[in-house]
């Protein structure tokens, strides 16, 4: 089956400094890509989607020079949370959608927890 | 306004105790149905995708049904190692542009031996 790997599964970072989240297809490459934000005990919440070559269509509220996200390849995307503080703090998940039509079952990496302290 | 509403929000059953979760959507243009298990810390595990009202999925111990305003993850004699939180999400559109998924908050399964 499809798998996505996230990297790393947790990290700990001083606030204002920048924390990289990678976000790999390993056996299917995708086209299309999504960062989503939970909360405890909420949704997911959608941050962006990126297509690889080209800019990331971010959701209204969320910061794009806060949220950097570069999709260079079909296999990788990478989401950079600069000058990070306290408020950063969460799960994020990315989302790959394969690239053959038809499949909407796209998968989920298995999740970043970022800790600012 | 596009939306997903899961009940119950928590939900604590025996072991061999059957029950059921809900995921209604008021969504213009449903493409699918999406159900996910979340354990904690990790991303949430496909389960099911439904696409029309009547259809019905197996796993297991798991049941996804789907009528025109909700679905419903019947689950039959679970076991303590289906205690998860389960996510119902809806991908909801016209045209074949957009990808989004719209998640409910979940609904948190305990199931004590």
């Known amino acids: 089956g499809a798998v996505v790997s996230q990297h790393p599964s947790w990290v700990i970072c001083k606030s204002g400094t920048s924390v990289k989240i990678e976000c790999r297809s390993l056996?299917?490459?995708?086209?299309?890509m999504f960062w989503y934000r939970q909360f405890p005990k909420q949704s997911l919440m959608l941050m962006a989607t990126s297509n690889e070559g080209s800019k990331a269509t971010y959701e209204q509220g969320v910061e794009k020079d806060k949220f950097l996200i570069n999709h260079a390849s079909l296999t990788l995307s990478t989401l950079t949370v600069t000058s990070a503080h306290p408020e950063d703090s969460s799960f994020y998940i990315c989302?790959?959608?394969?690239?053959?039509?038809?499949?909407?079952?796209?998968?989920f990496g298995s999740g970043t927890r970022l800790t600012v302290v | 306004e596009d939306q997903v509403t899961q009940s119950p929000e928590a939900l604590r059953l025996q072991e061999g105790e059957s029950s059921s979760l809900n995921c209604s959507y008021t969504?213009?243009?449903?493409?699918?149905l999406f159900w996910y298990r979340q354990d904690p810390g990790k991303g949430p595990e496909f389960l099911f995708t439904?696409?029309?009202a009547g259809e019905e999925k197996e796993k297991e111990r798991l049941k996804a049904t789907l009528t025109k305003k909700e679905s419903f993850l019947h689950i039959t004699a679970p076991k303590p190692e289906d205690s998860a939180t389960y996510l119902c999400a809806v991908l909801a559109g016209y045209g074949g542009a957009t990808n989004k998924l719209i998640f409910g908050t979940g609904t948190l399964l305990a199931v004590q031996p």
């Open positions: 439904l696409y029309s």
């Open positions: 969504v213009s243009g449903l493409r699918g």
């Open positions: 056996d299917f490459q995708a086209t299309t």
């Open positions: 989302r790959a959608k394969p690239q053959r039509a038809g499949r909407a079952e796209a998968d």
